[in-house]
């Protein structure tokens, strides 16, 4: 589902060529936002049930006890670059006693924190005024983050559920 | 890249944060500017205040100076 909304996110943003309408803008940046939401609750609930259409059920039931709040705190912690020590405790660490996240992760958690907020901006605060510029490089940069976490996930299955499961 | 502009900011949640506005050439076309780009960018960004020692999350807008000139005219 998540391509057809980042699909939907591009197609309002590049709607009324002159001047976008702030409603559009808006739409978008939420679509945007729900298409990184529900990439992330897919992969989580992917990996806890398996892929199979037998399962489907059983993913979808689970992605409904997903929140946003508990999801935006997890994501900047990851984003962060490093974990608490409370939850490093007992994993693998380097030097300078840090559990190192990729890259990949970091970006895609960020990206979610940055959209979140701009999303609920977007919904409720008629104070903001949209730019076109923004909207439409925060659609492409949602897209390369799950693009790039998902080929981080079929290299390295174990770093990438930590991160999915902790969310 | 013209300018970057900073501010406090407060987050939907309460939370104290930073707004950054950075300013893109006019010429710059905005579907051409690649997400993985404009998110090295906002990384190299966090990682520098990290870096600095300031842990606030900053949430980064870009826009080309025409757009911010039609929020003043309205």
């Known amino acids: ?167 | 890249m013209i300018r970057v502009e900073v501010e406090d900011y407060t987050d939907w949640d309460g939370a104290p944060a930073l707004r950054m506005l950075v300013v893109l050439d006019e010429s710059v076309d905005p579907e051409k500017v690649s997400g993985e780009a404009a998110g090295q960018l906002k990384s190299v960004i966090r990682k520098s205040l990290r870096k600095h020692g300031i842990e606030l999350f900053p949430y980064i807008f870009f826009a080309k100076p025409s757009e911010l000139a039609e929020t003043k005219e309205e």
Not at chain 1, 9 to 24: F, G, H
Not at chain 1, 119 to 124: G, I, K, N
Not at chain 1, 137 to 160: G, H, P, R, W
């Open chain 1, 1 to 167: 589902m998540h391509e057809d909304l980042f699909a939907q996110a591009e197609i309002l943003a590049k709607l009324d060529p002159r001047k976008p309408k702030q409603a559009n803008l808006r739409r978008a940046i939420s679509s945007a936002y729900y298409g990184i939401f529900h990439f992330f609750v897919d992969e989580a609930c992917r990996l806890q049930f398996g892929t199979q259409h037998a399962q489907a059920a059983y993913r979808h039931t689970l992605g409904r006890a997903f929140t946003h709040s508990v999801m935006k705190q997890a994501c900047i912690s990851f984003g962060g670059g490093t974990l608490k020590a409370s939850v490093m405790k007992g994993l693998p660490h380097d030097d300078s006693g840090n559990y190192l996240i990729p890259e990949a992760i970091q970006d895609a958690a960020s990206t979610f924190v940055e959209l979140q907020e701009k999303r609920s901006v977007a919904d409720y605060d008629r104070t903001e005024r949209f730019k076109r510029s923004d909207v439409l490089i925060m659609i492409d940069q949602a897209k390369s983050d799950c693009a790039n976490f998902a080929e981080l996930c079929a290299k390295t299955l174990v770093i990438a559920r930590r991160y999915v499961l902790t969310s």
